[in-house]
């Protein structure tokens, strides 16, 4: 059996959740035919002597340029015909050894802020590109079952481990705090009641400094701190 | 590399919480020298076209003859030294056939309430045992590491996820149901919020039943019904 690390990485700019996909190649680095065409998540191998999480940051920054991201293992995929779907034989064919083998991956879901820019994902396995999370195609493997638990997770951890913040910019407003939580929760949130429920929260911490270079009234800032979490 | 499941049971009999063990054994299932011996979760190698979650249920099964039951997923273990140890080394050596190979193992956490019956934990590798949490020997390869992680887990699950009345008779009392919360978040509660807190809870529903056979004042019974949780 093989072992592989799965990337599921979400980026938000404020508007919208996004995931990093990865087009696959053919073995010459060009596009493959329409037919044969599938994205994927970012993956590969486990080295012999690299611990899981050194992996998946790893196999992220080769495949995507990206380092330096939030990464948190949350599940293990290893269904016996994970690997045996009818586009993705041909492609392992092409690129692996000993492409029958069975592969056990150990899936990561890693989270960036894509306010301040847009990180330059690059892939010398293909284009890299983020796309919404409300319009992802048929990917390769099941790498649409991993994004869905990974959604998940990340839905349930978003207050309970205070996660989000790693998708906002250092300083934001109460404004993109509960556009994060509408859009990754996928609902509206009352505006009164929200800012209530954070003036709560000490982990939100009140900054002496507003918006800058923007049309509207310029809001207050804020920061997380994590040190001021009730759990620990 | 090698893939491996590992079991983390814990069993709740309304004073302490438990977790089932098993003795390492010579190849002849013969005790090891004092010296050798080992504790360790039940565990062993995932088949080839086994599903993880079949794995971990079949292993569970043959070395300690306990089946359906709640197992869940927590993490996979991968740290190339995992089995490096200076008495693991030896084991592996008389029961592998590749025991230097690296094994990158799934764990799973399970509970069953040991009110009713303790299950009689046997063991064709060696004799398996209920220990103590709180009084847990140094365990073979990085299980101490795995046992943290899942107690971490169930204490974190125990209310978000109502996973606690897996560890209870089907009819309990809320004076087991505290108990349990006690012992499992190591922490005293107090009585009249702990109820108040209860009947908050649609998922714990009241029964027009009391105990039966106890020296003091029969309590009500309760049962717990996922239907009725708030998330579903």
């Known amino acids: 059996m093989d072992i592989s690390v799965d990337c599921v990485l979400f980026g938000f700019d404020g508007e919208s959740l996004t995931l990093l996909l990865i087009e696959q190649r053919t073995d010459q680095g ?6 044969d065409l599938q994205m994927a998540l ?17 196999v992220l920054e080769e495949l995507t340029g990206l380092d330096n991201v939030y990464l948190k293992q949350f599940h293990a995929f290893g269904s016996p015909d ?13 690129f692996r050894a000993q492409p029958e083998n069975r592969v056990i991956t150990i899936a990561y879901f890693g989270l960036v802020s894509l306010h301040d820019h847009v990180p330059c994902a690059s892939s010398f ?11 992802l195609p048929d990917l390769a493997f099941d790498h649409n079952d991993i994004t869905d638990l990974a959604l998940a997770t990340l839905r349930e951890q978003l207050e309970s481990k205070h996660i989000g913040f790693e998708m906002l910019p250092k300083k ?19 505006k009164r009641n929200f800012r209530k429920n954070v003036k709560r929260m000490d982990h939100v911490v009140p900054l002496n400094e507003k918006e800058r270079g923007v049309l509207h009234k310029p809001a207050q800032l804020f920061r997380f701190d994590a040190n001021l979490t009730s759990e620990s």
Request: glycine share 8%; no cysteine.
């Open 30 to 35: 060009g596009p493959l035919s329409e037919e």
């Open 42 to 58: 970012p993956g590969d191998f486990v080295m012999e002597h690299e611990a899981l999480e050194d992996a998946a940051a790893r």
């Open 82 to 94: 994970r690997v045996k779907g009818l586009k993705d034989q041909p492609w392992l064919h092409t």
């Open 125 to 135: 396995a293909g284009h890299a590109e983020w796309v919404d999370v409300g319009n």
């Open 172 to 190: 934001f407003t109460l404004r993109q705090l509960q556009s994060l939580h509408e859009i990754v929760l996928d609902k509206k949130l009352d």
